[in-house]
């Protein structure tokens, strides 16, 4: 069974830092793209940052310059620095793995570990 655990989530202020980690099975680990997503409330779920299995990363506008994805293969873990943090991105924030297996496509998200920016 696969699972995607988030872990870091908390209370920050304006302008602080935080590390969010994401532990994900380690079968599918090394071939899978990891991805964070944020969800706010009323609002539908983005992509903030994702990194592939050769380590190719792609970030929302919103976040490029702030925020930093990394991944250690060996640990099967994934981390998303975030930096100047800024109010708006509060939100849920969810880890995505990602890839094919056998020709078979697979999707799992974890529980989502909850960011508030706020003075």
């Known amino acids: 069974q696969v699972q995607v655990v988030e872990s870091g989530g908390g209370l920050v202020q304006p302008g602080g830092s935080l590390r969010l980690s994401c532990a994900a099975s380690r079968s599918i680990f090394v071939i899978s793209t990891i991805g964070w997503y944020r969800q706010a409330p009323g609002k539908q779920r983005d992509l903030v940052a994702a990194?592939?299995?050769?380590?190719?990363?792609n970030y929302a506008d919103s976040v490029k310059g702030r925020f930093t994805i990394s991944r250690d293969n060996a640990k099967s873990m994934v981390y998303l620095q975030m930096s100047s943090l800024r109010p708006e991105d509060t939100a849920v924030y969810y880890c995505?793995?990602?890839?094919?297996?056998?020709?078979?496509?697979?999707?799992?998200w974890g529980q989502g570990t909850q960011v508030t920016v706020s003075s």
């Open positions: 990194i592939a299995p050769g380590g190719t990363t």
């Open positions: 995505n793995t990602e890839g094919r297996l056998f020709g078979k496509p697979y999707d799992y």
